[in-house]
């Protein structure tokens, strides 16, 4: 049976996850977090509302590339069991009167997929960005030592008429992670843009091609952990697919653990070892043949959900 846990969870909070009003934007930190208490976090944020030019941008992706992040109050991070990737144990979040996420708990294994699914507004977002320190929390949460972690935000916020090309973003981000220039090309060649694309303005880049490019920046800091916040979303459907066949094979070749959220429950059954699901006051943990059941669903989601199990 799938592991379920129910709470009075009545937050009012938008579709991000954030509380109703907020910036579901990452903040820049009030003070830094010691590199120990968060070991090789390499994660991207989306650019400050104020911020009205690219390198300013790059400037910010700097100050939250080497394992700065907002301070946690109450939450405690620590190293993990040999065997597993991270452990969450305990975990609530909320924002001021609005209880985002409460008592949360779970482990992932080094290797594993796991998708995060729920309605809108159940927390999914905010879960992200308190695994990687940039909400405070209370509770654990516990990466293994030698986790760095690729974020890809739902969404970057970019003027689509400033003049930088794919390949200026992420020569930017090699100088950030101290990688070679060179290794850009092994990356571009991985998500399977070529050199002509990324030398296109990234404001002309369609919709599947700049996801592509952000999985290519969140590479470049060699993560183990890659954590993609819907990657698919606002994407034509056969550019999803090749998205997520993308994601999976490189998961396959070089060992990663993914933490993605989505709303594809044909995806999730296909490519996700581990399901946890936000909704309706219940958290549910299991594999996805005992998360994606209709009854579950139906408790969490409160209509009816269908999806397509696609044969491998």
Request: with cysteine; net charge negative; aromatic share 6%.
């Amino acid at each position: 049976m799938a592991d379920c846990t129910t709470s009075s969870n009545n937050a009012s909070s938008d579709s991000t996850g954030s509380p109703a009003g907020a910036s579901a934007a990452l903040q820049l930190p009030h003070r830094p977090v010691s590199a120990r208490c968060r070991p090789g976090i390499l994660f991207f944020v989306p650019q400050d509302p104020q911020t009205e030019t690219i390198e300013a941008t790059l400037i910010v992706l700097s100050a939250f590339s080497v394992g700065n992040a907002i301070a946690t109050v109450d939450c405690v991070f620590g190293r993990t069991r040999v065997n597993h990737a991270l452990e969450v144990d305990h975990l609530s979040v909320r924002f001021g009167e609005h209880q985002v996420l409460k008592d949360l708990s779970f482990n992932l294994e080094h290797g594993s997929s796991l998708a995060v699914i729920g309605p809108n507004g159940a927390g999914k977002t905010v879960l992200f960005q308190a695994l990687i320190g940039s909400v405070s929390c209370e509770g654990n949460v516990q990466w293994a030592p030698d986790v760095s972690i690729g974020y890809v935000p739902q969404k970057l916020d970019l003027d689509r008429d400033v003049p930088v090309a794919g390949t200026d973003f992420l020569k930017a981000r090699a100088s950030i992670a101290h990688v070679s220039q060179s290794y850009i090309a092994r990356v571009l060649e991985l998500v399977g843009i070529s050199a002509e694309v990324a030398r296109i303005p990234i404001g002309e880049l369609s919709g599947g091609q700049f996801q592509r490019l952000l999985i290519a920046f969140a590479l470049l800091g060699n993560p183990t952990v890659l954590m993609l916040d819907e990657p698919t979303a606002g994407i034509d459907e056969p550019g999803q697919k090749q998205l997520n066949e993308l994601i999976n094979r490189l998961q396959e070749e070089r060992g990663l653990t993914v933490l993605f959220i989505s709303h594809e429950l044909s995806v999730v059954y296909r490519y996700a070892t581990h399901v946890l699901c936000l909704g309706r006051g219940t958290t549910c943990f299991g594999s996805p043949r005992k998360i994606l059941t209709p009854q579950l669903l139906l408790d969490i989601y409160g209509s009816p959900v269908d999806y397509h199990v696609h044969e491998h």
